[in-house]
């Protein structure tokens, strides 16, 4: 993996900074990484972790030939004209954004659940899921496996870097905003967010979900290859900065066990269950911010449906929920056959 190359895409973003950073982190040598972004931010320079700075390319003028992958995170916009480039130079592109995630000929992945998909699929282009749907599948998939999974009911509770840097800047904005009593007029969200939460991620849509509802819904299903699986989706913005959670009621189409499945998650790679209601040991966003794994806690059996589960997941979405899995994606895949098959 050290001697890979790579061009991330977006390297001036809070994801794309991430991605260079765990890169760093995992031994990639800075003369092996290309940050790209827009002719804006050409020029300028970003971290590489506690290592160097890097400068930054304009995208425009990047050739992708010559590099093993591109990790993408600038919009949906840019990848679809510029993934398509990054593959024909040769590059595998991961994709951070949604743009390609629903193709049926591309693999959606998150490393722990559905690796072996890549052999299905042979794809030079592979998709990072939606942040919040990653942490709920870590938990559903280990749970599927003892249980068969049937049916989701899920709300969120999105921190505002999941809108970028200018979301988290409309937080703290607002309220500095707010303690000098001056007025507030939102701009990256619908509504205030300072002391505030919003019932709405990205646009409504005609099914009167909002796009992020529909991601999860839709990636939940292709993800544990559950087609006909029941889902429905509440998204909610609330006055974080790093940290997404999930609150899931699950229904199984077996009896549920509570220590069998309590079991179950604490076995299940990338998972950490903190459970200890006596001393108040529960996740909270603060608690797993640049965590790697994804944290679940208040596991509980309903007391009149023995087929029903409830629990609650935290991770840090910014680096678990994009950068991270991107990176474990390409880790784990030139270890293996999937990789000459691709690249082949």
Same mark, same amino acid.
């Given at each position: 993996?050290?001697?890979?190359?790579?061009?991330?895409?977006?390297?001036?973003?809070?994801?794309?900074?991430?991605?260079?950073?765990?890169?760093?982190?995992?031994?990639?040598?800075?003369?092996?990484?290309?940050?790209?972004?827009?002719?804006?931010?050409?020029?300028?320079?970003?971290?590489?972790?506690?290592?160097?700075?890097?400068?930054?390319?304009?995208?425009?003028?990047?050739?992708?030939?010559?590099?093993?992958?591109?990790?993408?995170?600038?919009?949906?916009?840019?990848?679809?004209?510029?993934?398509?480039?990054?593959?024909?130079?040769?590059?595998?592109?991961?994709?951070?954004?949604?743009?390609?995630?629903?193709?049926?000929?591309?693999?959606?992945?998150?490393?722990?659940?559905?690796?072996?998909?890549?052999?299905?699929?042979?794809?030079?282009?592979?998709?990072? *899921?939606? @942040?919040?749907?990653? &942490?709920?599948?870590?938990?559903?998939? =280990?749970?599927? %496996? !003892? /249980?068969?999974?049937?049916?989701?009911?899920?709300?969120?509770?999105?921190?505002?870097?999941?809108?970028?840097?200018?979301?988290?800047?409309?937080?703290?904005?607002?309220?500095?905003?707010?303690?000098?009593?001056?007025?507030?007029? *939102?701009? @990256?969200?619908?509504? &205030?967010?300072?002391?505030?939460?919003? =019932?709405?991620? %990205? !646009? /409504?849509?005609?099914?009167?979900?909002?796009?992020?509802?529909?991601?999860?819904?839709?990636?939940?299903?292709?993800?544990?290859?559950?087609?006909?699986?029941?889902?429905?989706?509440?998204?909610?913005?609330?006055?974080?900065?790093?940290?997404?959670?999930?609150?899931?009621?699950?229904?199984?189409?077996?009896?549920?066990?509570?220590?069998?499945?309590?079991?179950?998650?604490?076995?299940?790679?990338?998972?950490?269950?903190?459970?200890?209601?006596?001393?108040?040991?529960?996740?909270?966003?603060?608690?797993?911010?640049?965590?790697?794994?994804?944290?679940?806690?208040?596991?509980?059996?309903?007391?009149?449906?023995?087929?029903?589960?409830?629990?609650?997941?935290?991770?840090?979405?910014?680096?678990?929920?994009?950068?991270?899995?991107?990176?474990?994606?390409?880790?784990?895949?030139?270890?293996?056959?999937?990789?000459?098959?691709?690249?082949?």
């Amino acid at each position: 993996m050290q001697s890979k190359k790579f061009v991330v895409v977006g390297a001036t973003g809070r994801v794309g900074r991430e991605m260079l950073s765990i890169l760093c982190e995992i031994g990639v040598n800075s003369k092996n990484v290309l940050a790209a972004a827009s002719k804006r931010s050409a020029g300028s320079r970003v971290s590489y972790g506690n290592a160097c700075s890097l400068e930054v390319h304009d995208l425009a003028g990047v050739d992708f030939a010559g590099y093993d992958f591109a990790l993408f995170s600038a919009g949906s916009a840019v990848s679809e004209i510029y993934v398509p480039k990054a593959v024909e130079s040769g590059c595998i592109a991961i994709d951070n954004t949604s743009f390609f995630r629903m193709f049926e000929q591309i693999p959606l992945i998150v490393p722990e659940i559905n690796f072996v998909d890549l052999g299905r699929y042979n794809s030079r282009i592979i998709a990072n *899921p939606n @942040c919040s749907t990653i &942490q709920m599948v870590m938990a559903l998939k =280990p749970l599927h %496996d !003892e /249980f068969d999974l049937r049916e989701v009911v899920v709300s969120t509770y999105q921190a505002t870097s999941g809108a970028g840097q200018k979301g988290v800047d409309e937080l703290l904005l607002q309220n500095s905003q707010l303690k000098g009593k001056n007025p507030v007029t *939102p701009h @990256c969200f619908k509504k &205030q967010i300072a002391y505030n939460v919003i =019932p709405q991620i %990205d !646009e /409504f849509t005609n099914s009167l979900y909002t796009k992020e509802e529909l991601k999860m819904m839709n990636e939940t299903k292709k993800i544990l290859n559950l087609p006909n699986l029941h889902i429905t989706a509440t998204c909610v913005r609330v006055p974080v900065i790093v940290g997404h959670a999930v609150s899931v009621y699950a229904k199984f189409a077996n009896n549920v066990d509570l220590v069998q499945a309590t079991e179950a998650l604490r076995k299940f790679p990338g998972v950490t269950v903190v459970d200890n209601l006596r001393k108040y040991e529960y996740a909270t966003p603060i608690d797993v911010a640049s965590k790697n794994d994804v944290y679940v806690s208040r596991i509980r059996q309903h007391p009149d449906i023995p087929n029903v589960l409830s629990f609650w997941v935290c991770a840090d979405n910014v680096r678990k929920g994009a950068a991270l899995n991107a990176v474990q994606i390409a880790q784990r895949l030139v270890h293996t056959s999937y990789y000459n098959n691709i690249t082949g």
